[in-house]
């Protein structure tokens, strides 16, 4: 049986709070398993496609890429794939258990990791203060590992290398095994290998149990051997010198980290932001390390481990992770001003209090979580974009967005090539990067783009602030490129030239992205609602999960009370965007319609809670319907006081909304306000509306005459 407690602990010793902390500990695990395991694959970075389709590219072609083969940049890129064990793997869970095979690889190595640190910092952390690492810590990893890229398996490794060096010296025969995982599987992060062996090599050269075993140091030899043991042999030296200079200005987990975001802290206790838990666990690190200075008592390979991680955060912000993994075994530190006193040892009030409050902070943090599509949420990502072009089946050349090139390529490859990814700068250079994002600039740059490389597909996002400028010099400069597609990410433009029988069978007239935005069915006469649902239909026939798409299909179905179709098409935004309060606000508007007020309620409640301070506000109205429909008239009235706005120039409250609320009041009981929402409505009442003047006026006059 495999004994995971180090040795040093006896948990038959005594009645202290051990017991308790391991029960924390258990929790820990169960409650951030249970976060992972209902946490979606989602985008944060499309990287993980770009791994899946190079995994893809290893096993089919049967050999490591070296090139950009997914590019139509020319020359072709050579570069070093360092992390080809990585999408091996991750290609071959997706291709056998699909996303959710994803989910579940994120969610045990994450797992693992958190309990390595609890096993490292047991060995001679038991108090409050364990608990209080082992709070912050799992968020920490929760945090870094939502997204399944190669840097988790980095984490697992430098964990494992600690534990075993640490804790579990008569098992050093499984690092140089580890060690050749590690560097197949995200080879760039080689140097952290070589400090953490190099570390407690040094360390050992100290201690007297050490210095005449030299199977230590032959063990130590073959980890390092191991760095030359991947398909890249020495090349793979140079990849992690490669300079980052340019790339740390667009690539957020490459910029310096400045003395500002190490100061930054949030004070919301139960929702602390991702900075805040990096820099108590960074405060904690930098208390542990001076206490082992000043007491004359920290270990040589712990010291150098930490100056190692320091080394690390000088080059870039994404070593954060990297600094607070190696600098755990300095945490035993912390407790030397107090080890005369062995508070920890005790089951303490103030402890226990302590403890109870971390399990409600973190079932509070990790339960807390934005509800999305699972396993796989698609939101942010081009998927009608791909889902057009896998119709169309032409095969061709793709300019892309290089956020989006990693998704582009997993879907669409190898029929169709894309410029690039954000494999930057260890396969495209600096340069792509920035002839990418300038290429529509101007109609000069676009011009030599396409003299160069003759794109057969723009693929755009329309919700970058530059889009206009770029739809107006595609349109007056480049008349070859015309919209074919789109979806709610991105804009998909054709070479009409290359592809005219394309272009003419798919192209819309009505429909665009501008045109849905400001989409008011109500406003447009029957004729042309009718050419716009015909159109939104036959998108519908090519990709039929479009938010934007769906949103203005049921307004039409509602304006021509066809409540069934409308709802519909509503449930189609909830169930592919369930963290958007706008399918749950589309349905709700036809079940006001149809006045099922309870129902809507329900959904519109639902929708507050995924929408801002100005969206609240604006579904005031509908709120306030169902409350009155439901004869809540109390309910009703207070809600238009909680809003804030009844008397705001604001354009969101009408004379027509001011009038009903002006019933509302004073079926609730409250007279004198009722005749003041009455006047205001009377205020704002145009006088080219005889009709509702009247109403007011005669709303006006009950009070006056004392009936109403």
């Known amino acids: 049986m495999i004994n995971l407690v180090p040795d040093a602990i006896d948990l038959r010793k005594g009645k202290d709070i051990q017991p308790v902390i391991l029960l924390y500990a258990i929790f820990v695990l169960v409650i951030t398993g249970y976060y992972l395991l209902n946490l979606p694959i989602s985008v944060g970075d499309t990287d993980l496609w770009y791994h899946m389709n190079s995994g893809r590219y290893t096993l089919t072609q049967k050999e490591i890429p070296k090139i950009s083969f997914f590019s139509f940049i020319e020359p072709a890129r050579a570069w070093v794939d360092y992390y080809w064990g990585f999408q091996v793997a991750v290609y071959s869970i997706y291709e056998n258990f699909g996303y959710l095979g994803l989910v579940f690889l994120r969610c045990i190595l994450t797992l693992v990791s958190i309990l390595l640190i609890f096993l490292i910092l047991f060995r001679h952390n038991r108090g409050l203060l364990l608990v209080i690492l082992l709070s912050f810590y799992p968020l920490m990893l929760c945090e870094r590992n939502f997204l399944v890229r190669p840097h988790i398996v980095s984490y697992l490794m430098i964990l494992s290398f600690i534990y075993i060096l640490e804790c579990k010296t008569n098992k050093i025969y499984f690092l140089p095994f580890l060690s050749l995982l590690w560097v197949n599987f995200h080879g760039i992060t080689y140097p952290v290998l070589l400090l953490i062996t190099g570390c407690y090599a040094m360390g050992y050269l100290k201690k007297e149990k050490y210095k005449s075993n030299l199977s230590y140091f032959l063990f130590f030899i073959f980890i390092i051997l191991g760095i030359f043991l991947t398909p890249h042999g020495l090349s793979l030296l140079r990849v992690p010198f490669v300079s980052t200079e340019y790339a740390s200005l667009y690539i957020g987990e490459l910029y310096k980290l400045k003395l500002d975001m190490i100061l930054n802290f949030s004070f919301d206790f139960f929702n602390p932001d991702y900075n805040t838990i990096v820099n108590i666990l960074m405060l904690i690190s930098i208390i542990a390390v001076l206490s082992g200075v000043i007491k004359r008592k920290m270990q ?409």
């Open 300 to 708: 040589l390979e712990h010291f150098l481990l930490w100056v190692g991680g320091v080394f690390l955060l000088t080059k870039s912000s994404r070593f954060i992770t990297e600094y607070l993994l190696l600098t755990i075994p300095s945490l035993k530190y912390i407790q030397l001003v107090n080890e005369k006193k062995q508070e920890s040892k005790l089951i303490t009030f103030p402890a226990l209090a302590g403890i109870i409050l971390l399990v409600v902070f973190q079932f509070s943090y990790l339960t807390n979580s934005e509800q999305t599509r699972f396993p796989f949420s698609t939101r942010k990502l081009p998927v009608g974009v791909t889902a057009f072009l896998k119709q169309i089946d032409t095969g061709g050349r793709i300019f892309n967005d290089a956020d989006t090139g990693g998704y582009l390529q997993w879907e669409l490859g190898p029929k169709y090539t894309i410029y690039m990814d954000m494999e930057v700068p260890f396969l495209f250079t600096d340069k792509d990067f920035f002839i990418g994002k300038y290429a529509l600039s101007s109609s000069a740059s676009f011009s030599k783009f396409v003299d160069k490389y003759h794109p057969d597909f723009l693929s755009i996002n329309w919700k970058e602030n530059e889009y206009a400028s770029y739809q107006k010099m595609i349109q007056e400069k480049f008349s070859n490129y015309r919209m074919i597609f789109f979806d709610d990410e991105e804009v998909l433009y054709i070479n009409r030239e290359k592809f005219p029988k394309i272009f003419e069978k798919y192209s819309f007239q009505h429909i665009s992205p501008s045109a849905l935005s400001r989409f008011s069915p109500g406003k447009i006469s029957p004729d042309i609602r009718d050419q716009f649902l015909s159109e939104l239909m036959r998108y519908n026939q090519i990709y039929d999960h479009s938010a934007i798409i769906n949103r203005a299909t049921s307004k039409i179905f509602l304006v021509n009370r066809n409540y069934d179709k409308s709802i519909y098409h509503a449930e189609k935004v909830i169930d592919y965007f369930p963290e958007s309060p706008e399918g749950y606000i589309f349905k709700a508007d036809v079940l006001l319609t149809k006045k099922e007020y309870q129902e809507a309620l329900k959904l519109y409640e639902i929708a507050l809670t995924r929408m801002g301070v100005t969206g609240k506000t604006q579904l005031c109205q509908q709120l306030w319907r169902c409350y009155y429909g439901l004869k809540l008239y109390k309910k009703a009235y207070n809600l238009l006081k909680e809003t804030g706005n009844i008397t705001s120039s604001s354009p969101i409250f009408s004379y027509t909304d001011l009038y009903q609320f002006s019933i509302t009041a004073l079926s609730a009981g409250k007279t004198s306000e009722a005749k003041m929402l009455a006047e205001l409505a009377l205020f704002k009442v145009p006088d080219d509306d005889p009709k509702w003047k009247q109403r007011i006026l005669f709303l006006l006059a009950g009070f006056q005459s004392g009936h109403s």
